[in-house]
């Protein structure tokens, strides 16, 4: 169908909501071992990899640990036990990880690791312990940052811990790795499991839970900063990205919120996103097009139904096989960049952090698989018509997986089939079978701000 309409309809709500599935012991340790099997591949010796508050995803997908104040290095060596190093304040969250606590990692306080001022005084220097750990002039080491770059030799990781390593073992021998956890193809982070998935889906459900109250509690005269304390409800989780509020005349894209008060005629964004998850929506703070400016009024016809149309093609367009390159020069095709300036990739992978990697890039090659946890992350921008979005969480699952999801999560798999119910015969969005819608607002649009339950539909 190529053409839309808006229709009058109630938002899909979960009133109550189950504890997430923990990940046990057993799955960290089969994801060390997938990393000494691509070590072994490849005949690195050592593997280094980094964490800090920010880039964190790489090492909690080993070992459930994400560093909070300092940065941490994870050292997988020959031992069969990895050596984390911690500062001062990060060595009494160590309980957080299931190899921790069944005595499967290593620790060493490592002070240079811990905040300015505090005892940074350490018995052993990082070349010391990457000594006693086996690195030697002829070892090969595997440096694991959050991105690779055009040099094997380049890395994202402080440079005081890969010179480090380049004393010993010299400076061709270590080289960037972290494609082995970031490429969308071949990292082990490319695809996840049902226990993945239904953690996400629930995160994804508290999400767009304070998407849709956002929705129905914007209303001028009050500020961005009301808008969020009396909607979002936000319950302490981690968060994959900061949360944002955005409006006024001097609005500034990613900003959070500041004060701004909402005002008719306005344009306004927000996005909530715990790990795994980032909803986010953006429109007009309009009852209908006539409270936009006139060059504006016809945001509907010009901007946000086309956007629609392609976006639903999007979701319509992922099925295992599919080719990842054609997906995004389909998806450009149908948005013409004088119209619609859409600068980032069309959709990306989405986990702990909010952007590992994007498989819709000019040429790829990937091929969608089971596993993947994809974002339609597809964000346009127009001098006049502002923007819409249409941004939530999607897992592509074969039928074994769907089966395992039905059986050990069985609440989750009801939201998810629903979901899937609403969007096929509510919006008209007919997803294949393998797509797993994994928050409720999933395929939904609603242009005005102040007229929520006018969504859009496939005509």
């Known amino acids: 169908m190529n053409s839309f309409r808006l229709i009058e309809l109630d938002w899909p709500t979960t009133p109550e909501l189950e504890a997430p599935p923990t990940l046990p012991a057993e799955t960290f340790r089969n994801r060390i071992a997938s990393l000494r099997t691509r070590m072994a591949q490849d005949s690195i010796d050592i593997a280094l990899i980094y964490a ?21 290095l994870l050292i997988v060596s020959a031992n069969p036990k990895p050596l984390i190093l911690v500062g001062n304040e990060c060595q009494s969250y160590l309980p957080i990880s299931p190899l921790w606590r069944s005595g499967e990692l290593r620790m060493e306080l ?5 905040l300015e001022d505090q005892t940074r005084n350490t018995p052993r220097t990082l070349t010391d312990i990457l000594q006693e750990e086996g690195c030697t002039e002829t070892s090969r080491v595997a440096l694991i940052g959050s991105k690779t770059y055009t040099s094997p030799t380049q890395s994202d990781i402080p440079s005081y811990i890969v010179d480090a390593a380049r004393e010993i073992a010299g400076w061709k021998n270590c080289t960037n790795q972290s494609a082995w956890l970031v ?29 849709r109250r956002m929705h129905f509690a914007l209303r001028p005269g009050i500020t961005d900063h009301q808008l969020m304390a009396e909607a979002v409800h936000y319950d302490g989780s981690p968060l994959s990205c900061h949360m944002t509020c955005k409006t006024g005349p001097n609005r500034i894209s990613l900003a959070s919120a500041s004060g701004n008060l909402i005002e008719i005629g306005h344009t306004w964004s927000a996005n909530v996103a715990y790990w795994g998850s980032n909803v986010c929506r953006a429109n007009w703070i309009a009852r209908d097009n006539r409270d936009l400016p006139t060059p504006a009024q016809d945001y509907l016809e010009a901007f946000v139904g086309p956007y629609f149309l392609a976006a639903t093609r999007w979701l319509e367009s992922l099925i295992p096989g599919a080719d990842c390159g054609q997906i995004h020069d389909r998806t450009l095709e149908q948005l013409p960049h004088q119209i619609f300036h859409v600068e980032l990739n069309p959709g990306h992978h989405i986990g702990y952090d909010e952007w590992p990697s994007s498989s819709f890039f000019p040429g790829s090659k990937v091929k969608l698989r089971s596993g993947m946890i994809l974002q339609s992350d597809i964000i346009p921008g127009n001098p006049v018509y502002f923007s819409t979005r249409m941004e939530d969480g999607y897992a592509i699952a074969d039928a074994a997986l769907r089966k395992e999801i039905a059986q050990r999560f069985p609440n989750a798999w009801k939201r998810i089939e629903d979901r899937r119910v609403f ?10 079978d393998c797509v797993l819608p994994l928050s409720n607002t999933a395929g939904m649009i609603a242009p005005w701000g102040l007229s929520p339950r006018s969504l859009l539909a496939r005509g």
Not at 110 to 114: A, E, K, P
């Open 423 to 432: 969007m096929a015969n509510r919006l008209g969005i007919q997803l294949d």
């Open 183 to 211: 490429d969308s193809d071949t990292g082990l982070r490319s695809t996840l499991s049902a226990e993945d998935i239904a953690i996400f889906e629930i995160n994804n459900v508290k999400a767009s839970e304070a998407i």
């Open 52 to 72: 800090d508050r920010e880039h964190f995803a790489n090492l909690h997908y080993f070992t459930n640990f994400d560093p909070r104040f300092e940065e941490t």
């Open 110 to 114: 490592f002070r240079q690791f811990s």
